[in-house]
């Protein structure tokens, strides 16, 4: 493969479990928040309506979308899966950028994890910012595998 090309996508990866630790980040946050503040329905109808307006901030959206998703549950349900969602990313992105071998087959299982069950939610859902988050998610897996096998094979060198 051509040096420009692995360059390429080894900062592909490296922004997208950026990305990836960020929204981890907001997962955090808005766990926190919806434990003091229950989503209610005149949130859902807000969230809704900030939805359908047309193109926003992708994070925002992604959140507001989740939020959305889980309104129904309980707070304890809605914040603990937030927080615990959130951990796990920033874990995972954190070990990823120390670069710990044992976190890479730990995040292609996680997200791409995630991602199937998105997969299975779009059947109903048909939602553009879950079908986006879902094919973000699965490039994330593949340059993490693509990045694990690179690993290997230089850990293999030494």
């Not at 299975?120 to 910012?129: E, K």
């Amino acid at each position: 493969m051509l040096p420009a090309i692995k360059l390429f996508l080894h900062r592909s990866f490296q922004v997208g479990i950026s990305i990836k630790g960020f929204d981890g980040l907001l997962e955090v946050i808005g766990g926190i928040v919806v434990w003091f503040i229950t989503p209610t329905n005149g949130t859902v109808a807000a969230i809704s309506r900030y939805e359908q307006a047309g193109p926003h901030n992708f994070l925002v959206a992604h959140f507001f979308h989740t939020v959305h998703i889980l309104a129904n549950g309980d707070k304890f349900f809605v914040s603990s899966f937030l927080l615990s969602h959130g951990i796990v990313k920033i874990v995972l992105v954190v070990a990823l950028w120390f670069n710990r071998l044992w976190a890479y087959p730990l995040m292609i299982a996680v997200f791409g994890g995630f991602a199937i069950y998105q997969v299975y939610r779009l059947t109903y859902s048909h939602s553009s910012v879950l079908l986006a988050i879902t094919i973000f998610d699965f490039i994330v897996v593949w340059l993490t595998l693509r990045e694990y096998r690179e690993q290997l094979r230089l850990r293999a060198h030494r």
